[in-house]
């Protein structure tokens, strides 16, 4: 698994295939290597494509590979 970091904000993610956007704000990714253990999965409920974040960057605001928002609190 390859190690993705965003060149805009830093962002951190892990996934098999190279992500399409970064879940933090949008822009694009840069391969950095292997992932390291400490991530944590998510598998998006709309595409059902499985990443990895760190969690010392922060929980995923959209998915990697589609444009799934990920609610944090349900408002309705």
Sequence with gaps: MKLY??????YNVCAEKAPKRCPN???RF?????CEKDFVKVTCPEC???????PKKGKPFKCAFC??????VDYF
């Design 5 to 10: 970091i965003c060149e805009s904000c830093g």
């Design 25 to 27: 704000c949008r822009s």
């Design 30 to 34: 840069l391969e950095k290597g292997e």
């Design 48 to 54: 059902e494509e499985v990443f990895y974040y760190d």
């Design 67 to 72: 444009d799934h928002t990920f609610a944090e």
